[in-house]
């Protein structure tokens, strides 16, 4: 096996070193999901791949802690038409499932703008049909790494959609529908009472009035997709250099330096995919990525018996995911400017959304209480192109809500760009300074 970087620093002591130049060469800043996946395609098109990743290991940020889900049905754009007055109204209290500390309100005054000029019904027609040209390809990109024998152990049951209301569900319903005429997944079944819902899932309870399943959605655990994209990185020849910090960026004529605490890297081109993170790296450049950091959060209850499908309860904004020998819960959006302090009342905002809608499981056990930032945009698209200005730059950033799903055909996209200079689609929606 070829040995990382980060092998070859604890086999000398973690001392400093020095990089060699090699001047064809792909630097990926960011360890996560987006990033791991574009090494995986950059090395599998040929090219010699780095990865540089800040934290002590690959997968941290909101990479290993989500709720799993694998949706191209559901990658429409977090601005919609209503959005702004159903959400917006409950910014501040503690128990919405999108929470904006007070404090920090004013410094997010132009990001909450510019999120409600993308919720007209124009704007979203227009994110909408770009996040499905790109969603189109999520599912061929997971088969594709499937083949190198990563993410295997993906689920193909479905999502059992759970509704309050008869009304939701049919207007949900409805999207769904029109999702399956996109070719984003294939039609959803008809919708069910609660009776019914329960015969395919015991733990709903009677406060699920109507529910529908969605069949094609695939599932994984995200952790084990970490270890595996690390793995089959290392495997090809990907050099991993952990415990990094990318210092300065300088693009010139014929490469571009990255300076880092661990020596400098020159290569032919910079992919920036460090979440959140990117915001600093391209400011080093001179641009500003308008993301924020989103926090979600999850934990773990260990039911008897676990659901056999991801069960999305839609009206709480709630996902019970079946992982291994746990029930993974994920949900809530948090705003207050830090990227992973922990704040135990968005979990118990999670438990007290999810309480009417579960029985026969004790909410009150919990483990594995996590919290990771998710890249936020105010349109709901990710940034995936070149950077204005820097032809040998890179940027796969800023995917919101949809990281799992979108981050192999990412990776795709990004390796298309940089070994033949064409994405394979049109990457115009998700441009820098869009």
């Known amino acids: 096996m070829i040995r990382t970087r980060e092998h070859a620093a604890q086999a000398l002591g973690r001392r400093e070193w020095q990089a060699s130049i090699v001047p064809d060469r792909s630097i990926v800043v960011g360890g996560g999901l987006v990033g791991l996946s574009c090494a995986w395609f950059l090395r599998a098109a040929g090219a010699e791949v780095v990865v540089l990743e800040r934290g002590a290991t690959v997968g941290g940020g909101a990479s290993r802690g989500n709720a799993g889900e694998i949706c191209p049905s ?58 499905a040209q790109l ?12 083949e190198a024998g990563v993410g295997r152990h993906a689920s193909r049951g479905g999502y059992l959609m759970c509704y309050g209301s008869v009304a939701t569900a049919r207007k949900e319903h409805e999207a769904f529908v ?68 990318v210092t300065e960026i300088d693009e010139g004529t014929r490469s571009v330096r990255v300076s880092t605490s661990r020596g400098v890297f020159e290569g032919a081109t910079v992919v920036i995919a460090a979440g959140v993170g990117s915001r600093e790296l391209c400011a080093m450049l001179g641009v500003r990525l308008p993301m924020q950091p989103g926090k979600g959060y999850s934990f773990s209850l260990h039911p008897a018996s676990l659901p056999s499908r991801v069960v999305n309860f839609a009206d709480a904004h709630v996902v019970a995911t079946p992982m291994g020998d746990r029930l993974r819960i994920g949900g ?24 009417p809608y579960v029985r026969g499981i004790d909410l009150s056990a919990r483990t594995d209480e996590w919290v990771g930032p998710r890249p936020m945009t105010p349109d709901g698209l990710p940034f995936i192109g070149r950077l204005p200005g820097c032809s040998r730059v890179v940027v796969a950033t800023g995917h919101n809500m949809l990281g799992l799903t979108l981050a192999p055909v990412t990776g795709r996209v990004v390796a298309d760009l940089v070994t033949t200079g064409r994405a394979g689609r049109d990457l115009s929606p998700f441009a820098v300074g869009r």
């Open 135 to 146: 969603g189109r390809g999520a599912f061929d990109a997971y088969d594709e790494l499937a």
């Open 74 to 131: 559901m990658v429409e754009p977090l601005p919609a038409p209503g959005m702004v007055a159903h959400a917006f109204g409950n910014l501040f209290r503690h128990d919405a499932a999108l929470f904006v500390h007070p404090t920090y309100a004013p410094k997010m005054a132009g990001f909450l703008t510019r999120f409600a000029r993308a919720s007209t019904r124009g704007a979203y027609r227009r994110g909408l049909s770009a996040m």
């Open 178 to 245: 029109r999702a399956a005429r996109m070719g984003l997944s294939s039609s959803p079944g008809p919708i069910l009472d609660w009776a019914a819902a329960a015969q395919l899932e015991p733990l709903v309870s009677p406060a699920v009035r109507a529910a529908f399943l969605v069949p094609d959605e695939r599932w994984i655990d995200p952790s084990r997709l970490i270890d595996d994209l690390s793995r089959a990185n290392d495997e090809a020849g990907v050099e991993i250099v952990s415990d990094v910090r």
């Open 332 to 355: 809530t959006m948090e705003f207050d400017g830090t990227l992973d302090r922990f704040n135990p009342r968005r979990i118990e905002a999670i438990v007290q959304a999810l309480r």
